[in-house]
């Protein structure tokens, strides 16, 4: 009777062996499922994007200035838009590079111009 026992016991075991190794794979498997793999090139653009945007609407709140500059150009940099809560930063206060996170965007310069009475921006990366 005990030999009947003990196969119990290592058959349970076997089997419980054999649950723990596929819920460690399955596991494995899924886990991969939901991994953050985004685009580090579409992010910076989309970053370059939302800073030109956010140029646009400052010139546009600012138009005499922009209109009284020489050529009707204004160069600020992102500081600038930041300081006028026009983009939202970090919590140091930092617009971090999407490709390069231990630098930063605050430093780059925009380019507003008007003409034909619509105002664009371009970013001139240092």
Same mark, same amino acid.
């Given at each position: 009777m005990n030999t009947i026992k003990d196969k119990k016991i290592i058959v349970l075991g076997a089997i419980l062996l054999l649950f723990t190794i596929a819920y460690f794979i399955i596991v494995n498997k899924v886990s991969?499922?939901? %991994?953050?793999?985004?685009?580090?090139n579409k992010l910076y653009d989309l970053t370059i994007d939302t800073i030109e945007k956010s140029a646009i609407a400052y010139g546009n709140d600012n138009l005499s200035e922009?209109? +009284?500059? &020489?050529n009707s150009t204004l160069y600020i940099d992102v500081q600038t838009l930041i300081d006028k809560s026009y983009l939202v930063t970090d919590s140091e206060g930092l617009i971090?590079? &999407?490709? %390069?996170?231990? +630098?930063?965007?605050n430093a780059y310069k925009i380019k507003l111009k008007y003409e034909n009475k619509e105002l664009s921006a371009e970013i001139l990366k240092s």
């Open positions: 991969y499922a939901f %991994d953050n793999n985004f685009d580090t922009v209109e +009284k500059s &020489p971090v590079n &999407p490709l %390069d996170n231990t +630098k930063n965007l």
